[in-house]
């Protein structure tokens, strides 16, 4: 929200709205971890989406995240997508999820009938991919409103060579991109305004991009890349493009690994619609939420062998570039000239979101 921004410690401020920003992470909560384990593989970072920890002779991957349930969406995609958001973030370790513990703290204003809708639909999606809920807590609580109506974490189990994180990443490895900028912020826009674009680019068109709300999911994306192979013989990190979407993706991943990056932006692929949506709501593309677009660093060798992975399931992906050596920082080519590639720090879609609201419900 607009306003003035709060101040926590010397250095840095908190954001208006989203996720905090590297400077808060680092001198709020990195420093302040709670005990420390020998057990510990990959722990906190900024831009690493998954802790994992060695239990016996396995790699365990934790994730945890909001559910987020937007009752706009209809209950059956809002719930689709809840569950996909916290996936989306487990499969980035290459390990498959297996267990779900969930808190819902849901708003007194849910009705039964709504509860199972959108509890049968999670169970249904964690049954199809071969997850187990093992526990969770469920009330309804004065004060809990939509879209936040709890938190669950996703626990993945795999063996010690099958995780991947940035840390594995080396210079040279090629960057893979698959369906391109701002997945999230047009699959939500055509969800939620399908008139607004059907009076701007027909009836066909607004139907065509409210297909894009179920490619808000990188699951497939990434157990499709992993199969092929990972750390040496493939795969080496992966990140779902999130807040801040692409280009803040890609400095994650980067400043995750410890590496600079090279990228290409016009060999980035992108859905249909996209474009055309992103400029109607006036947004960066490549700066905007982008849940379903997987930035995959990979081993040379295998690179290519990802994408006709991805194009046999009809995901969309090309190799856009290369990490680098830090000293050579972060390079975007735009239109044949090099530039240094930013962070965007402030996800453009919010303030569109809400502006787009307001405009509709006056």
Known sequence: ??????????????????????????????????????????????????????????????????????????????????????????????????????????????TKEQLLIMWDTIHKECERLGVTVITGHTARYENCNYPMVGGATIIGVGELDEYVTPRLAKAGDKIIISKGPAIEASGIFATMFPALLEKKFGKTFSKKAQKLFYKMSVVEDAMTAVKVG?????????????????????????????????????????????????????????????????????????????????????IKSSVVGELVEAKNGMILVENGKEKKLKHPIVDPFWRAFYDAVGKTTV
């Open 1 to 110: 929200m607009k306003g003035q921004k709060k101040q926590t410690t010397p250095g840095a401020e908190m954001p208006e709205i989203g996720k905090i920003s590297p400077e808060i992470f680092t001198e709020v909560i990195f420093p302040r971890l709670g005990a420390k384990s020998k057990d510990i593989i990959v722990g906190p970072q900024h831009g690493v989406d998954v802790g994992i920890v060695q239990i016996g002779d396995k790699a365990v991957s934790f994730t945890t995240d909001p559910v987020f349930i937007v009752p706009q969406y209809g209950w059956e995609r809002a719930a689709w997508f809840a569950i996909h958001i916290i996936l989306s973030d487990s499969v980035t370790s290459g390990l498959k999820p297996k267990y779900l513990s969930i808190d819902l703290n849901l708003p007194m204003d849910m």
């Open 230 to 314: 990972v750390r040496e013989n493939g795969i080496t990190s992966m990140h779902d493009a999130t807040e801040c979407g692409i280009w803040g993706g890609l400095y994650e991943v980067a400043q995750a690994a410890g590496l600079g990056v090279r990228i290409v932006k016009e060999d980035i692929v992108v859905e249909e619609c996209v474009p055309e949506i992103c400029d109607y709501f006036g947004i960066d593309s490549y700066a905007s939420i982008s849940e379903g677009t997987l930035i995959a660093s990979c081993r040379p060798q295998k690179a290519e062998a990802v994408v006709k992975a991805l194009a046999k399931k009809s």
